[in-house]
């Protein structure tokens, strides 16, 4: 189901104050979605896609200030209280974004007196949680869920009261460059300017003026000289018999990527090192490794590490390790 897409393109349309009657479809379109991406629950327990983008959904919907089903609401209630909204102890960028629907819902007086109680005391608990997964950089999960904190503490209200929202404002303000796409930066623009994605449904359009202008944007600078970079693929149990399935130094150039790395693994060894990856809005995702797939149906994905332990905050066409660097592609569970 494209449930998350197309919620993140009728967030978009409404942010542009298009005329009303060519996205009217989509919104249709996108109730379909969700019920079709719900079906996945009759068989494995949660959506087809997943908690973010079924949030997403029910999120853009009440943008569009379109009335949601309360079973499809209560769908996100019941997994928000079983804990159930998030993969590898970080669901924070998934409890944001349920939150931020919550929110929504509530202040659009979208459902009754008794739901809007339950949903504003998740959202209490959420605010909570995730003060409570702040590390002592500032970052709340990871670099690119903090916006998404962000934005809760921003619509409801707690940005001045809320002791974490400083701290996680100078880190993310310290971090930008790791904003580099579209769909990242449309996660972190609304919050340096104090808003949320909340404040487009209340926007004014007529009173919006026309700045938008291109931007040429100057080609990064080449780095001379080359680095190596360790790589190591590792599979643990169920899945394969032995953890450690790769690991080789790589020689890449010194601007170079992780993707760069995988190519030029791959290029250097084409019967040893095999990859694939998907394209998403974030950017390429890794899919395959040595011709083991990471499956939605299966809750599997390939973690990104630093050695020994310490997860990527950057997809695989921005993070650019350095040399000497050991990089871990571990199949992990969530």
């Not at 939150?99 to 998740?122: I, K």
């Not at 000289?225 to 953890?243: D, I, R, S």
Request: proline residues 7%.
């Amino acid at each position: 189901p494209h449930t998350g897409r197309l919620a993140l393109y009728l967030l978009g349309l409404r942010a542009t104050c298009p005329p009303p009657s060519p996205h009217r479809a989509l919104v249709t379109w996108l109730k379909y979605h969700l019920e079709e991406d719900w079906t996945g629950s009759r068989r494995h327990g949660h959506p087809l896609s997943n908690y973010y983008q079924y949030g997403l959904g029910v999120l853009a919907l009440c943008v569009h200030r379109k009335r949601v089903r309360e079973e499809v609401i209560q769908r996100l209630l019941t997994a928000q209280r079983q804990g159930r909204l998030g993969h590898s102890g970080n669901a924070v960028d998934t409890e944001a974004v349920v939150a931020l629907a919550f929110t929504c819902l509530e202040q659009r007086r979208l459902v009754g007196t008794g739901l809007a109680a339950e949903l504003r005391a998740a959202v209490q608990g959420t605010s909570r949680s995730m003060a409570e997964a702040q590390g002592p950089d500032g970052v709340i999960g990871n670099i690119y869920s903090t916006p998404w904190a962000l934005q809760v503490f921003l619509a409801t209200g707690t940005c001045q009261t809320e002791p974490v929202f400083s701290q996680a404002m100078a880190a993310l303000l310290e971090n930008l460059e790791a904003f580099s796409t579209a769909a990242t930066m449309a996660q972190v623009l609304p919050v340096l300017h104090g808003r949320s994605y909340l404040d487009i449904a209340s926007m004014q359009c007529q009173e919006e003026p026309d700045t938008l202008t291109p931007l040429d944007i100057e080609p990064l600078a080449e780095v001379p000289g080359n680095k190596t970079v360790q790589l190591v693929v590792e599979c643990p149990l169920p899945w394969c018999y032995e953890l450690r399935l790769y690991d080789r130094p790589v020689p890449v150039p010194a601007a170079a990527s992780l993707l760069d790395v995988l190519q030029a693994a791959a290029a250097l060894e084409p019967h040893d090192f095999k990859f694939q990856t998907q394209d998403t809005p974030q950017g390429p995702f890794l899919t395959q490794v040595l011709g083991l797939e990471a499956r939605q149906e299966k809750r599997n994905y390939w973690q990104l590490l630093i050695a020994p332990n310490t997860p990527l905050q950057m997809g695989i066409a921005d993070y650019r390790p350095q040399d000497g660097a050991t990089l871990i592609l571990r199949l992990s569970e969530w």
